[in-house]
């Protein structure tokens, strides 16, 4: 492919984009999370092209996005507990892990041969618009190549993958910036990613503690791999000052070169985090190093470490 079309989030835009979904190509949109690199659910090719773009492993599945909950319903098995859970936070930033349907039609490639399947309904206007315009469940993974850093902007999305996927929709920046909270709703309730829902909400709605669960050798959700989100510099985190040769990423009363949030507030630090990743991987250069004010650890700040241990990790 040589060229990667921009679409302007118009009805001619979602049009031209649905029409190259139902084509089988691949197209980036918004959601209030992060882009998703969106392909037909339903096509074995189209699928696999979005693990060939991202250089993405076949063993970590993929997020089927839909247009409502009927469409969630169709791919996935809702008890109580779960249409429940999910009437009270979709459309939003929440990924729920449920029995896949033997009908469901979805490729196998989706789920990773796994008996779930992951399914999301996004808030994000232009998301939804597409989903609606498109018909059917779009598989979509953050758009950028496999364990970088995810995009948040359209000019995010075509450094990663310009020239390797149909086209993108470019819907401006993403309000929450970090991934959706995943939760398995298995006999035993899971959350299997910190997201942009904080763990405490949805305790609250269960009436019980999370464990944190998932596998990161047969992971059945995504964002379960110990190396991800990663910068090319390398990133030390809990940082008080910089060493020599550090870019300072601070956090509230921490002052850096760059910072998440002067005020520590975490919903704007959590926006704000995969753009602030990639500023700050490119003035530290291939030799450089980025260190991380502590963020809390709670509410999204569960999510922010999360994301910020994974890209630190050994890869």
């Given at each position: 492919m040589d060229?990667?079309?921009?679409?302007?989030?118009?009805?001619s835009?979602v049009?031209?984009a649905?029409?190259?979904?139902?084509?089988?190509a691949?197209v980036?949109f918004p959601?209030?999370t992060?882009?998703?690199?969106g392909?037909?659910?339903r096509?074995?090719?189209?699928?696999?092209?979005?693990f060939?773009?991202?250089?993405?492993?076949?063993?970590n599945?993929?997020?089927?996005?839909v247009?409502?909950l009927?469409?969630a319903?169709?791919?996935?098995?809702?008890?109580?507990?779960a249409?429940?859970i999910a009437?009270a936070?979709?459309?939003?930033?929440?990924?729920?892990?449920?029995?896949?349907?033997?009908?469901?039609?979805v490729?196998?490639?989706?789920?990773?041969g796994?008996?779930t399947i992951?399914?999301?309904?996004p808030?994000h206007?232009l998301?939804?618009a597409?989903?609606?315009?498109?018909?059917?469940p779009?598989?979509a993974?953050s758009?950028?190549?496999?364990g970088?850093?995810?995009?948040?902007?359209?000019?995010?999305?075509l450094?990663?993958l310009s020239?390797?996927?149909?086209a993108?929709?470019d819907?401006g920046?993403?309000?929450?910036g970090?991934?959706?909270?995943?939760?398995?709703?298995?006999?035993?309730?899971?959350?299997?990613?910190?997201?942009?829902?904080?763990?405490?909400?949805?305790?609250?709605?269960?009436?019980?503690?999370?464990?944190?669960?998932?596998?990161?050798t047969?992971?059945?959700?995504?964002?379960?791999?110990?190396?991800?989100?990663?910068p090319?510099?390398?990133?030390?985190?809990?940082?008080h000052?910089?060493?020599t040769?550090?870019?300072?990423?601070g956090?509230?009363?921490?002052?850096?070169d760059?910072?998440?949030?002067?005020t520590?507030?975490?919903?704007?630090?959590?926006?704000?985090?995969?753009?602030?990743?990639?500023e700050?991987?490119?003035?530290a250069?291939?030799e450089?190093?980025?260190?991380?004010?502590p963020?809390?650890?709670?509410?999204?700040g569960?999510?922010i470490?999360?994301?910020?241990?994974r890209a630190a990790?050994p890869?």
């Open positions: 060229r990667t079309e921009t679409l302007v989030a118009d009805d835009g049009a031209r649905a029409a190259l979904l139902r084509a089988g691949l980036a959601t209030e992060v882009y998703g690199l392909g037909d659910a096509n074995d090719t189209a699928v696999a092209h979005i060939e773009a991202k250089g993405r492993p076949r063993f599945p993929l997020i089927a996005h247009a409502d009927d469409g319903e169709v791919l996935a098995v809702f008890d109580p507990q249409r429940a009437q936070f979709w459309p939003g930033p929440l990924t729920l892990v449920l029995p896949l349907r033997p009908e469901a039609g490729s196998p490639l989706v789920t990773a796994h008996e992951a399914v999301r309904l808030a206007p998301a939804r597409l989903l609606r315009a498109f018909g059917g779009l598989a993974p758009a950028n190549p496999s970088r850093v995810s995009p948040t902007r359209a000019e995010h999305v450094a990663g020239g390797r996927i149909a993108v929709l819907g920046p993403c309000a929450v970090v991934e959706s909270t995943i939760l398995s709703l298995g006999p035993e309730p899971r959350l299997l990613r910190p997201g942009g829902i904080p763990a405490e909400v949805l305790e609250e709605a269960l009436g019980r503690p999370l464990p944190l669960g998932g596998s990161e047969a992971p059945n959700a995504p964002g379960q791999l110990a190396s991800h989100y990663a090319g510099a390398a990133v030390r985190l809990g940082a000052a910089a060493e040769g550090e870019i300072l990423i956090f509230g009363p921490v002052r850096g760059l910072t998440l949030s002067a520590g507030d975490l919903v704007e630090a959590a926006a704000s985090l995969f753009h602030i990743l990639r700050a991987d490119v003035l250069g291939p450089g190093r980025i260190a991380f004010a963020v809390p650890e709670r509410g999204l569960r999510a470490n999360d994301r910020l241990r990790a890869r």
